[in-house]
């Protein structure tokens, strides 16, 4: 796993680096249901290199479910923090600020009381014996038969509103030019 982090701090100093040349992507948004399955588990396995970062870095290992990656609502919530992350670190322009580091750190521990799933961390569990982290767990997690949630397939819950609100939209302008 070791030189998984290295090649993750490898991957993120290099993002800094584009980013301080004016480099920069156009801010990424992740919509999980939306994603090919591939890509779906591409994205989850980076932010699992991000989550293990964080909660070795930020001490969370109390507030951070082991087996987040089984919950969506965790997912989104770290999802969020990630992205919110990339863009304040690695220097989208649109979070340059005087504060943005800050308010990412404000915005982390507002998120902290929801990181957690209590049904599956109600009381302390010592970590098993030798090395095993949260890296290990998602690695057999990956593995497994059963997954749901990367194995979905696409769909995102917005596009058949939008969908609609334009059909009516077309309807409207139809029945103006009609009447006029």
Not at 38 to 56: C, H, I, K, S
Not at 137 to 143: H, K, P, Q, R, S
Request: net charge negative.
């Amino acid at each position: 796993m070791a030189d998984d982090s290295d090649a993750d701090e490898q991957s993120l100093a290099q993002a800094a680096d584009a980013g301080e040349k004016g480099q920069r992507d156009a801010p990424q948004r992740w919509v999980w249901d939306d994603m090919a399955p591939e890509e779906r588990e591409q994205r989850l396995t980076e932010l699992a290199v991000w989550v293990n970062w964080l909660v070795e870095t930020h001490e969370l290992r109390s507030d951070v479910a082991r087996c987040w990656y089984r919950h969506r609502r965790i997912i989104e919530l770290l999802t969020a923090l990630y992205l919110g992350w990339v863009r304040t670190y690695v220097g989208d322009p649109t979070k340059l600020g005087t504060r943005a580091e800050l308010d990412w750190v404000k915005d982390l521990k507002a998120l902290r009381p929801s990181l957690n799933s209590a049904s599956c961390q109600t009381t302390h569990v010592d970590p098993p014996a030798g090395p095993h982290s949260m890296l290990e767990a998602f690695d057999a997690w990956l593995a497994e038969a059963e997954r749901p949630f990367l194995d979905a397939p696409r769909s995102h819950p917005a596009k058949e509103q939008a969908n609609r609100l334009a059909r009516a939209k077309r309807l409207e302008n139809a029945a103006r030019a009609e009447a006029a």
